[in-house]
């Protein structure tokens, strides 16, 4: 989105360089998914890449004859090929603008201060860079080291494949109950796996559903009153009479959590830094599981496997876990009490570590290059989501400042803001 803009925007010839190890480049993780039962979080009329342009996934479908609605959770496969669509257009643009586009198949290992700055990649390559834009995404650190029974590359694995090579009578055992669980589900039940399967997490919840009906709108000026600078339990006590007002005019929780979106970050940045940092330490699962929901036919699903006793949910952190022969040991504690299961299959869901910088991040803190957000929790950035006068960040490393930072209409409108101030 950042390279597609820039393009746009820019009058004059430029060298940039696209730095990603990832074999599922330029796509990343999410949308790089092979399994069509990986649906998007948000509706395909609002998925648009563009600022400009909300509607432009869904036009794109539409072109395409997609019987897919504007209100329907498409595959994220198909909004990976979207992408690429983008990202093809977007280097026959540059092209004709005179613009190099350089991708290099690296990481990035360090960044040294100076002008320019001169970034280090792991093929011991080094670059000048007059500008920084950190894309990194979401960061995902293992739990353990991958094995053959323990999976940590959850969105592409041979479900078929395991499910018959699995050992008999051991079940499969999820660590980690949020929106990567649910994609593991339903690969494993497209995949025909029919034995047990445990999911652990340190609060045995599963995201809220989406609704699957129409319903009506709460309006989002109901939320204009709500003053800043309140302290977390009297916006929590806001939040709670939004939804009991709407729920007596017949309108569901999730109209009340959709309509707080555009005053999210403005809320979240009134509050103070101590109320911010407990709600990263006590609370950000009470808000995932209400803000970042389900597809209704996924938590049917779930449901079936509970009544049929395929599936069970356990409270508790992990605390290890290992290849053993021809299964996988995952030790976890509730309390004082330590559980050990043996497994045919772990997959780690823990998700992304919103509160956790990549490598490559941490040393530009160390470097004094860029600094962390008050609350401790990425980066802080700008109006232009400038973490220094030359390095920018979009994504992840922007939770701490907005809260609200990993969906696409967010990130749309932050690539727009970074290419708008780099052109």
Known sequence: MVLANLIRETKRPLRIAIIDPSPHAPLGVAYSTPCPEHLLNVPADRMGAFADNPKGFFEWLQSGNSPIGPNDFAPRMLYGEYLR??????????????????????????VTPGTPLQLKTSTGETLAAAS????????????????????????????????????????????GTGLTAVDVLCSLEQSGWQGNIIAVSRHGTFPRPHLETKAPEWPQDAWNATRASLHLSQLFRAIRQQVKVAAAQQVPWQKVFDSLRPHTSRLWQSLPVADQRRVFARYMTLWNIHRHRMPAGAERMINAMKQEGRLTLQSGRVVKVEEQDACVIVRYRSGTQETTLRAALAFDCTGPRTQQLPPLVQRLVEHGLVARAANGVGLALDAQMKASPSIYAIGSMAVGMLLESTAVPTLREQAQAVAAALA
């Open 132 to 175: 920084i834009v950190l894309c990194t995404g979401n960061y995902f650190s293992a739990f353990a080291p991958p094995g053959r029974r323990h999976i940590t590359d959850v969105w592409h694995f041979d479900a078929a494949a395991l499910a018959q090579e699995a050992p008999p009578g051991l079940p499969v055992v999820l660590i």
């Open 85 to 110: 669509g983008i990202f093809e257009e977007a280097l026959r643009q540059a092209e004709k603008k005179n613009i190099s586009v350089t991708r290099i198949s690296a990481e990035v290992r360090d």
